[in-house]
């Protein structure tokens, strides 16, 4: 399928890291990589509304086709004019496959070269889903980028997927992918092929040859920030980032501390998603500069700073550390809200650092000043 | 105390009922009356954010003294500047005095002339609270408008307060209030003394007699929808209107529907409270004009129409029913803060339209037409 809503300008690229400076076209606008993605699970990134997203200046967000299918049903979205109506969000949206929820979420999965028979993790429903259905969901939820429907493995060093499994998890993915491709035919959308294979290079690398054929304005990572330690993921990103197609963005899924973020771009990556800047605010949990700061500590209690001076977002503007402390404290939503918007824009803000400083010819320099800064836990 | 900072214009009365329009002039703004006031326990308005409260026309809101005393501590909030700058709301607040929480939550009470001794509901710690403490913390908050300490009664007919119960609260409520007059001296504050009496009409009319002297710009009316029928609360309530100081605003503590709104205007009530309306929207219940509806019903499954067509506020300019009720149905906070952000847009409308029609002259006919068209119920 011939696509010309979409296309990926590289304009810049650093001479000393791998990082690139680009912008994706997509038929409800531009995105300016690289970037971050915030999570809209359930058709709403928790907490926060439209408006807030796009006042943090949020270019694309991600939704999950596994719950979405699941309630309200992927019938009553395409009813409502797909996924940007029914949620009121009309820049881009990129849904994955539900691919790593059905491995994740589900019970008593049954996989087959068919596809994948499990239990909703809501009622136990027995359901089946094939890469056909996976990408009729996609179609009718409408996002600009969609996900091929894949096997996903753990990559945890105890008790992680064997080399046998990961190896038939790629054959399965391939096999798949082809369905996928087949299957999908709607030229709003462009389908993002998944690299798998574990932290076994040599699969990798076969799976990147299986998604050549079929990335087009696009290609996703798969299967990384699932367990493994930061090193080996940051490891396989090395291994990956001269074998992964030049022209097009590279998607990393599911990865998105700040430390992973500017070490992602400097392997290449072009695209980051994950739900951790909202569920560690939940938490009570803040990123600054220097690391992460947990609001409900004591130091806070009369702490009638912003979470950070220099922060431009809602909550630092309006609010002090020790209003969102005693939010937190008596579990008021406010408290979660704020902290999400101030943990995605700290994120949206700094992707857009890392993407000036690429511009700038410093992005070295400024990666080794913030990985110099910025505490850092080496499990994710 | 003698205090310029307030006070009150009556601009024109219902000739057919005891409906009443004015303004209340405070140290942070003018109030139009008759009006609905938000209630934010916890120096929060559930899940809203003081710019929703603004967008939605909000005059003054509501904090609770027992809460804000437990967490943060009032002497927290005092160093942050006061309640205005602790959470960010620059318009005028009120404050109760915590009589009805600790008569309504605490543990293990031990009721005496000095005070009550009780247990936080929320770690079993011991606390006294004074009449002069109350006020200690209610300066400490620093609201505009603040409340006396009470002793607030049951008034449900299947076991509420006896004749001699509510003719004791009675006398320690005067008590009490002669010792917050005595220990309030802050004239950026007004004291709201607060009538009590329970369904007993002649304690009603000796606590109005109680209250007179100390009543300067607003007097309170407390100890209703505690249980009783809302027949029974309208009876009280045009008890009291002929006897209650006719240039002061009149303030009905915890009410909050939209007949009682209606009504208790009707009957020379200028300010109400109450948890309801943001209450029911976190169990998906929306008000409309013809009635409560609950959005998780399956008829709005696929209605893709707003809550209410007529209805300005975000989410019925942004959002569906169907949207709404998947946010309810997947306990995403996004629900709570839309039918939160409708059900107080919809009580501030409904204020203002009581408001209007009384200055056009046309109050009577809007609240029958009103009460003839909404679905109430006769139990709070």
Redesign the interface.
């Known amino acids: 399928m011939e696509n010309k809503n979409f296309s990926f300008e590289l304009i810049k690229e650093c001479p000393h890291t791998g990082a690139r400076a680009g912008i994706l076209h997509t038929p409800h606008g531009d995105i300016e990589t690289p970037i971050f993605m915030p999570v809209g699970t ?3 990134v ?5 408006d807030d997203l796009h006042d943090m200046e949020a270019q694309i967000i991600l939704s999950n086709t596994y ?1 979405l299918f699941l ?2 049903g992927h019938e ?1 979205v395409k ?3 797909g996924l940007h109506k ?3 969000w009309n820049k881009p949206i990129l849904t994955d496959s539900g691919g790593f929820q059905v491995f994740s979420l589900a019970d008593m999965r049954k996989v087959s070269d068919e596809g994948v028979e499990f239990k909703s993790h809501l009622n136990g429903e027995k359901i089946f889903i094939t890469p056909e259905k996976a990408i009729e969901i996609e179609n009718a939820l409408g996002a600009d980028i969609i996900m091929a429907f894949d096997q996903c493995t753990d990559a945890k060093e105890d008790g992680g997927a064997s080399y046998a499994e990961a190896l038939e998890a790629r054959r399965k993915t391939k096999l798949w992918l082809e369905r996928c491709v087949k299957a999908h035919n709607n030229p709003n959308q462009m389908l993002f092929p998944i690299v798998q294979g574990n932290i076994y290079k040599d699969i990798r690398a076969m799976c990147v040859e299986d998604c050549l054929p079929y990335a087009k304005c696009g290609i996703a990572i798969g299967g990384l920030s699932v367990g493994e330690e930061k090193s080996i993921m940051y490891d396989i990103l090395d291994f990956l980032n001269p074998i992964l197609p030049h022209d097009q963005p590279r998607y990393l899924m599911g990865v998105g501390s700040p430390d992973c973020l500017v070490e992602g771009y400097a392997r290449g990556i072009d695209m980051m998603d994950c739900v951790l800047p909202t569920r560690i605010a939940r938490n009570g949990t803040a990123f600054t500069r220097k690391g992460k700061i947990a609001i409900k500590n004591a130091t806070y ?2 702490d ?1 700073s912003p979470i950070e001076e220099e922060c431009d977002c ?1 909550a630092c503007k ?3 550390r ?2 969102i ?3 937190i ?2 579990n ?3 408290g ?2 704020l902290l999400s918007i101030h943990n995605l824009r700290f994120l949206l803000k700094f992707a857009k650092d890392c993407r000036n400083a690429i511009l700038n010819d410093n992005f070295k320099e400024f990666h080794d000043e913030f990985m110099a800064s910025y505490k850092i836990k080496n499990r994710f």
Chains 1, 2 share one sequence.
Do not use: D, V
Request: aromatic letters at 14%; glycine letters at 6%.
């Open positions: 359930q058709a709403t928790k907490g926060l509304r439209p719950h309630r309200p009553i009813k409502a004019g029914f949620m009121n209690k009369e009638f809602y309006n609010f002090s020790a209003y402390r005693h939010l404290n008596t008021e939503m406010l979660a809200e």
